[in-house]
Structures are given as C-alpha cells and as structure tokens.
C-alpha cells in the first residue's frame, strides 16, 4: 500500500547537516507502507545555531519523533527532557521520542549493533572478550552498549592513543567492563599485540579505512589475530565486504559488515515510535536498494 498523506498523518523525520545523503527516509517509509500505517519519514536540514529551535518543533508541530544524524547526535543531549541510560552514558542522542510534549532521547545505534550480532551469530555479550578498533562516535556507541550487556574485558585501540584512553575512562566509570588501551596496530609492537590479544572473540572495526570510495584501503592488523571461531565486524556496509573482513574471513572468522547496525537501528526506532513490530525484512530490502543502486559495491 502507498502511504496517502491525510489529516491524520503522523510525521517523523531525520535532523541532519547534511542530511540528503540519508538512506532513513527509504527505509521507514518502505515499513510505514508495508503496514499501512498513517506515517510518513521525512529529511530535516537543520543548521547547528538552529538545533534548538528545531527541537522545540518536535513538540510544537507534534512530531512523533525524530532521528538525530551529524552533526547533531551530542548537541541535542540537553535540550530533552530525558534520556535513556545508553544516551546518557554514550553521551549522544540518535533517536527522540515525542511523549505527549516530553522529548525522550535513545541512542540505538549500539543497541542496533548488538541485535544485528545476536541475530546473525547468536552472540551473547555476557562474560567475553573483545577489541574494538577506533574511538570515535560510532566506536562509543557499540563499546558503551557491549559493556551495559555484560562484556568482561574491552581492549581499545585508536590512531590518537588519547581518544581510547578518553573512552577507557569512561567505560571504566559507567560499566563493570574491565578495560585496557593497547598501541595502534603498525610497527615493532605487533608481536606483542598478538600476544595480549589472543582469546579475543569479537574484534569491531569502527574507523572508515576500507570505505567507499576508497575500497583498496584496508586497515591491516599482524597475522595471528583472526582465527577460526572469531566473530568480525566492521562497521562499514560499502563496500558489502571491506578487505579487512574479507582477511577476517579467509583466516576463518565468521564476517559482517555494518548494514545490520544501520537496519536495527532504524528497527528500534521505529518501533519505539509506533509502537509495532517494525517489518525488518521490508526495511532491509528498501536499505538495501538504496544504498547499493546509489554507489558501486562489491
Ligand atoms: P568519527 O567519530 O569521526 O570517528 C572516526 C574514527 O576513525 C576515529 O577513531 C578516528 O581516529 C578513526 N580514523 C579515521 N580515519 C582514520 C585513518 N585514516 N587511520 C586510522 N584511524 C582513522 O566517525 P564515526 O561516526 O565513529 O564513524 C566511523 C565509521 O563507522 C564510518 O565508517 C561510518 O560510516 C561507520 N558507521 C556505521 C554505522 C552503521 O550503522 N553501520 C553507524 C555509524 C558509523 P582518530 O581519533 O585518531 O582521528
């Protein structure tokens, strides 16, 4: 069914700067229509001096709710009227629910992340451990959600030492996770790294070495470090397999790639704005279709 916009229609969006590179209008309303709900998902180019108006509108123009894209995931934080823990502890808001005027911020990027693990591979976060490469945004997201469900030890390594030991620090704070910072993987410390890594069993590779357009990058970790019965994943979905997971792969580890992260993120979403199980085989398709007809992919 194709959506029909009426005097009912329920409204929600995306707060981006830029924003028309968004794959989220495709994917929820390929899910509003599949269910036939009166909803439509719609761009928002919202400038940073006008986040907050912008925010404001949410309520004024009753919204249903909005995501949050760059720039503005950690500059919304203040201007809700709540946040759920992740958000608070992750410190940026990707999703904002509009109840009833009061303005919820979630962040389900890495919950998304982790109901794309569980679901491809039966992961269960409780008591393991894992790496995760980069500390950006992106490496926040799926650290601080992996160490809330249970993670044991989380080694963290970043091209500037100080941003992992920034969300070291944080990690240790908010989560029962014990952590430790090792040396960016490249030159003589490698054999070492090979040594203190061993037993990992989830490596997440959250930098955008390997991305479209620059497929022939690969960030190279020592030999040793994948192996059979390991789970990789990395961040990225274009290209669908970067050439660090297709190395993941070859030494034997099971590989995945980003575009379950951004489907269930979206999943969540719209789940918490409807309030019904979110049609993810539609969504995935509509995804699918809009990120793989745009740019070249292997
Ligand atoms: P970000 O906040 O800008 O962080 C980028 C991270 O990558 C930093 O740790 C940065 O290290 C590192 N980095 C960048 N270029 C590098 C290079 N040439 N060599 C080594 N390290 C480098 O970005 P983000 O939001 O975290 O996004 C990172 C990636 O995740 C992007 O590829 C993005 O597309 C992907 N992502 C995917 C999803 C999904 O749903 N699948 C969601 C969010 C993000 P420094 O701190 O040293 O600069």
Redesign the pocket.
């Known amino acids: 069914m194709k959506n029909r916009i009426s005097g009912r229609t329920r409204v929600c969006g995306i707060f981006g700067y830029p924003v028309e590179h968004s794959f989220s209008p495709a994917m929820h309303n390929a899910a509003f229509s599949a269910l036939g709900l009166n909803f439509v998902y719609v761009p928002f180019l919202v400038e940073p001096d006008n986040l907050s108006a912008a925010v404001e509108a949410v309520k004024t123009l009753g919204l249903t709710g909005v995501n949050v894209t760059?720039p503005h995931k950690q500059a919304v934080l203040p201007l809700l009227d709540e946040t759920t823990e992740a958000a608070a502890v992750i410190g940026a808001v990707n999703t904002i629910v509009n109840q009833s005027g009061r303005l919820l911020g979630d962040n389900t990027?890495g919950k998304?992340?982790l109901r794309a693990l569980e679901e491809k591979t039966g992961f269960t976060p409780t008591g393991k451990t894992i790496l995760i490469l980069?500390?950006?945004?992106?490496?926040?997201?799926v650290a601080v959600q992996l160490a809330l469900a249970g993670v044991k030890k989380v080694f963290l390594t970043?091209?500037?030492r100080e941003?992992a030991e920034l969300l070291a620090a944080l990690l240790a704070d908010k989560t029962t996770a014990v952590v430790e910072v090792v040396s960016?993987p490249g030159g003589k410390k490698n054999q070492r790294l090979v040594e203190m890594l061993r037993g990992i069993e989830l490596v997440v590779q959250?930098?955008?070495?390997g991305?479209y357009p620059d497929e022939g990058?690969a960030?190279s970790l020592p030999d040793g470090i994948f192996r059979p019965g390991q789970i990789v994943c990395d961040?990225?979905?274009n290209p669908v397999e970067t050439l660090f997971l297709k190395n993941a792969r070859r030494a034997g580890a099971t590989a995945i790639?980003?575009?379950?992260?951004?489907l269930y993120?979206g999943v969540l979403a719209f789940e918490l704005w409807t309030g019904v199980a979110a049609p993810v085989g539609v969504m995935r398709q509509a995804l699918a279709d809009s990120i793989y007809s745009h740019a070249p992919h292997r």
């Not at 959250?206 to 070495?209: A, E, S, V, Y």
């Not at 790639?257 to 951004?262: A, I, V």
């Open positions: 760059i990027d998304g992340f980069g500390a950006g945004g992106a490496a926040r997201a970043n091209r500037s941003r960016w959250t930098t955008p070495i991305m990058s960030l961040l990225i979905y790639n980003g575009l379950g992260m951004l993120q």
